[in-house]
């Protein structure tokens, strides 16, 4: 990596990457990320607003207080210096933001999520060692962008364990997947596995999303022909990939109005993330909880039908019953009741299949709108595409899954999916907890201390996200330098069945379809944060193609 050749503009060597691509003449090309210098105190304000309206607020109690209550809000002020000094000295020489009274930094992490986050990135990209230090509820935050510390974080094990969202003990409960200790965490994944992962499962997903894909596609575009008006693909592309998910997991036993159920339900139980943690009278925590304990109680009613087709010998036909398969063939090796699989109790696969159905929504969402937007934004690539869709699979591509497993008949088709995993990471971080005291890039980080590495720009560092170049000489085919799906024993199981539906998305539109965007693309850093990450524009006209 070459370094910086102005050093007085305060650049780090980060900000010029390799983004090779190889072409017929073996060129590659260098790109120049946006220059970030390094920010003074007052740069990124938003915490300096936050502190300044808190201190106010906090002073003008203190006046319009009787004489005898001062003495508590001296104690008060007190309390928050000390808080502040032990802020600072936990913060060393890391870059970070100002002091934030405590709860200042959740509050402005909901009411703002996207300049919150993107000031804290800003401060860490532009520091020497990519991190950027803040405080949350009382806790001490390190928001990390440095892609190897990103991966010490992941892979720690030992050091770190998952911190999911505040809100997260109350949605997903206390005995989730996440939550599992490393043994009992490995075995179960090592029951799910097939059900997920085996060629065969991953060829039934594949034809399933070829379907709904097809499907919500062309009735989008009749939509458009038919209105004359574009649509919000973000709001679209959000039923598609329930649709998907739905058919894959659940196939064989979901009706019209447990579809539209289980959507609605997904979406309240997402918005949960964004709201207060305070999950009573009526809030929107509250909802999501109902809404989660909705879905929990649908799938359950599910499971011993779906037990019953497998005892009974019968061909499984969606992930819940292939599952099964798998518990019942770990049951005869413990000799044990199928329902004494740990992990595996009725209540428990409700649970996990609830994780799976909000993943495969949310992130899927977020990666086949993004898909969208990059695919319109490089005519290029999209006319590569079309031509090797066209000449294997012909005119229409019809039964495209047949071929998509296969790398040596579609290898452009299956880069192009792979590679905008690895460009627009759809889930921008995952928080983790400090066990124990350790080192973080030779800062000292104390037991209790909230890490969250940023998958989001730790791939812009590492110059995966800074230009869309499907056959980089870089490529990280399976996501072991860009974490997309993160790493450790946390990584995400669907990372295949991720890679099938956005394959099967790719060749479908290439052989049928072309989006027509609506205004101008949206600058890199204005996105909308939900957790996951979409573009802050998403209006196209779905066009069939000629």
């Not at 693909?233 to 058919?247: G, L």
């Not at 999209?382 to 008949?409: F, H, I, P, Q, Y």
């Amino acid at each position: 990596m070459p370094p910086c050749p102005n050093p007085s503009h305060g650049l780090r060597d980060i900000d010029y990457v390799d983004a090779a691509m190889t072409k017929g003449n073996g060129d590659s090309k260098k790109v120049l990320m946006k220059p970030k210098p390094t920010p003074g105190m007052f740069d990124n304000t938003f915490h300096w607003e936050l502190n300044f309206y808190s201190f106010t607020t906090l002073t003008f109690i203190y006046y319009i207080l009787p004489e005898k209550y001062q003495s508590v809000m001296k104690v008060i002020f007190g309390l928050i210096a000390v808080d502040a000094a032990r802020y600072y000295h936990m913060k060393g020489s890391m870059a970070g933001v100002p002091y934030t009274l405590p709860f200042v930094s959740l509050v402005a992490m909901i009411v703002k999520p996207v300049r919150f986050w993107t000031e804290m990135a800003n401060i860490a990209m532009a520091s020497k060692d990519g991190l950027c230090t803040n405080t949350l509820v009382g806790k001490f935050l390190i928001f990390c962008t440095d892609p190897k510390l990103c991966r010490d974080i992941l892979t720690g094990e030992g050091v770190y364990g998952v911190y999911a969202h505040p809100n997260a003990k109350w949605l997903f409960g206390s005995k989730n997947l996440i939550y599992l200790e490393k043994d009992p965490h490995k075995a179960f994944r090592k029951i799910l596995g097939p059900a997920l992962f085996s060629s065969e499962a991953l060829e039934q997903y594949s034809e399933c999303q070829e379907s709904v894909v097809r499907r919500f596609l062309t009735k989008y575009q009749l939509q458009c022909e038919k209105s004359k008006k574009p649509i919000d693909i973000r709001v679209a592309f959000r039923s598609m990939a329930a649709a998907a998910s739905q058919e894959s997991f659940l196939g064989p036993y979901l009706s019209d109005d447990l579809r539209v159920s289980l959507e609605e339900d997904i979406l309240e139980f997402t918005m949960g993330f964004l709201c207060a943690p305070f999950p009573y009278f009526g809030t929107g925590l509250s909802k999501a909880i109902d809404a989660k304990n909705r879905i929990e109680e649908n799938v359950r009613k599910i499971v011993p039908v779906a037990r019953q087709h497998v005892i009974d010998g019968k061909a499984p036909r969606c992930l819940l019953e292939r599952w099964y398969i798998s518990i019942i063939e770990t049951a005869k090796e413990q000799d044990i009741d199928p329902q004494e699989v740990p992990g595996c109790h009725d209540d428990d696969i409700a649970r996990t299949v609830l994780d799976f159905l909000f993943a495969a929504q949310d992130a899927t969402n977020s990666a086949l709108t993004y898909t969208a937007d990059v695919l319109e934004a490089h005519p290029d690539v999209m006319e590569r595409l079309c031509e090797e869709v066209e000449s294997v699979l012909g005119k229409g591509a019809k039964n495209a899954w047949t071929k998509l497993r296969d790398t040596a008949l579609l290898p452009y088709t299956l880069k192009v999916a792979n590679q905008m995993l690895h460009h627009k990471p759809p889930v921008p971080m995952i928080p983790h907890l400090s066990k124990k005291a350790s080192y973080l890039g030779g800062h000292y980080v104390g037991s209790g201390a909230v890490l969250i590495p940023s998958l989001f720009y730790a791939a812009r560092v590492s110059g995966a996200s800074v230009e869309f170049l499907p056959e980089r000489q870089d490529a990280d085919s399976q996501f072991v330098k860009c974490m997309t799906f993160g790493g450790g024993q946390h990584k995400c199981p669907g990372r295949r069945y991720a890679e099938s539906l956005l394959s099967v998305f790719v060749a479908v539109v290439a052989a049928n379809f072309r989006f027509e965007r609506v205004g101008d693309r949206p600058d890199e850093d204005n996105f909308i944060y939900y957790p996951t990450l979409f573009p802050a524009k998403n209006t196209f006209y779905i066009r069939g193609r000629e």
